[in-house]
């Protein structure tokens, strides 16, 4: 038997000794994980992508900032605020 198959109990390792209805009920098991694998990762994905557009918005709002300070000449009580050039 494979080694994938070493973290399953020994009577379900031996799929050939198993009758064909627990065989199919482990097929959808499988399935059901895969889904649920495909469902996490497709989570993770949108996190992902949220949070790189939370940061491009970050930035963005960063450097109005910065360009409204330089404008009313904040930055002289404010220096802190400004990126270091």
């Not at 198993?18 to 199919?24: E, H, I, K, S």
């Not at 097929?27 to 949108?46: G, K, P, S, T, V």
């Not at 939370?54 to 802190?80: H, M, W």
Request: glycine share 2%.
């Amino acid at each position: 038997m494979s080694e994938n198959f070493r973290f399953l109990a020994p009577e379900k390792a031996d799929l050939s000794r198993q009758d064909p209805f627990r065989v199919a009920e482990m097929a959808l098991e499988i399935q059901i994980e895969r889904m649920h694998i495909i469902e996490a990762m497709n989570a993770r994905d949108a996190v992902v992508q949220r949070l790189a557009e939370a940061y491009v918005s970050i930035n963005q709002k960063n450097a109005t900032i910065e360009d409204l300070l330089r404008e009313k000449g904040s930055y002289k009580i404010f220096p802190c605020l400004l990126k270091q050039t």
